[in-house]
């Protein structure tokens, strides 16, 4: 099959490709949402990832295809730069050249995001690199298993769509997407409502500070929702997270399972301080000597859980740093307490 020439680019079949695919895809996550008694089917929420981000990537393209009156200049800023190659001046020195012509294949989020920059378009991009995290990764899951995540996913992308084709395409969003635009407003109207009852929840259930920004980033083991508050029964028993480890349980908004928050959250410090033995470095976390959780954190020598923090930091005589377990040296390091042992 022939591919088009980027020299005829159709900035307007960009455009209502962008609007069909958000639609799609708005489409999609409704029926992923809904049981199967009801019409509802899971199987579709790995759709509706896919149809959102590319209708999201095809307004960006359509964007900048408008920074250029000319359709060949507006089509060399939608798809993909030659490669520059070195070659001999033939005097000793190098040129470099364009191996070829623009391809046929449109530029990727990376290269859009340069191209923004170049010209001024403001885009969070840290949410779009979540978003494309979160796209990538569900491409390797069962949707059936992520549906919670699903969810979050088009909560999040709602105010960049909505800043966008407000301040950029100066267009209105409830006019452009019609229903699908209201769909996602409700949605998101839900999902910051629950949001709230979750960090009010929280606030009052004894969360170790130092932990409170792994409790942001602690998600449902079963659907892969943000959307944790604390159990009512763990609430009504007056536990408190820091204190009643293994007690104290969650309860997902979106599915209803139950499990450990304490578990959640230790899980997404690990997983933010990935180890590799095969490195040959030290173990970025340890167990805490004080409160016997998995929290202590090497680098900076304290315990995310208790705040535990070390005695002695460095020896006293050669200004070595110190561990956890050269505490017991007082203040010594270990070749140093060797020595002092034999005198």
């Known amino acids: 099959m022939a591919h088009p ?84 001046d033939g005097v000793g020195g190098v040129i470099w050249l364009p191996a070829g012509k623009f391809k046929p294949t449109t530029i990727d989020v990376a290269t859009i995001e340069k191209r923004f920059k170049a010209f001024a378009i403001e885009v969070d991009w840290g949410v779009i690199r979540k978003l494309q995290a979160c796209r990538n990764d569900l491409e390797h899951l069962h949707p059936a298993n992520t549906l919670g995540e699903v969810a979050d996913f088009v909560s ?45 929840g929280w606030a009052q259930s004894g969360v170790p500070e130092r932990m409170q920004a792994w409790l942001e980033e602690s998600c449902c083991e079963e659907c892969g929702s943000t959307l944790v508050a604390p159990h009512p029964d763990s609430l009504k028993a007056g536990l408190q997270v820091e204190n009643d480890t293994e007690d104290f349980e969650y309860l997902c908004l979106a599915c209803s399972h139950s499990g450990q928050i304490a578990e959640r959250m230790l899980e997404a410090l690990s997983d933010a301080h990935f180890y590799d033995p095969s490195d040959g470095e030290d173990p970025p976390l340890e167990e805490c000597d004080v409160c016997g959780i998995s929290a202590y954190l090497t680098h900076d ?9 070390l005695t002695y930091s460095q020896c006293v005589i050669c200004y070595e740093g110190l561990g956890q377990d050269d505490q017991r040296n007082r203040g010594l390091c270990s070749y140093h307490a060797n020595l002092a042992a034999k005198d």
């Open 156 to 200: 999040e992308l709602f105010p960049v769509l909505r800043d966008f084709v407000q301040t950029q395409l100066q267009l209105s969003p409830a006019l452009l997407l019609g229903e699908a635009w209201e769909s996602m407003l409700n949605h998101h109207r839900f999902v910051e409502s629950m949001a709230e009852q979750c960090r009010v």
């Open 301 to 309: 020598q304290s315990c995310q859980w208790c705040g535990a923090e």
């Open 5 to 88: 020439s980027p020299a005829v680019l159709d900035a307007t079949k960009l455009f209502d490709n962008a609007l069909t695919s958000i639609r799609l895809g708005i489409e999609d996550f409704e029926l992923s949402q809904k049981v199967r008694e009801n019409g509802g089917d899971p199987a579709r929420a790995l759709s509706a990832v896919r149809n959102l981000f590319a209708g999201v990537l095809l307004l960006f393209k359509f964007k900048l295809a408008t920074c250029a009156t000319d359709p060949a200049a507006a089509a060399q800023l939608v798809f993909m730069p030659p490669e520059i190659l070195p070659r001999g």
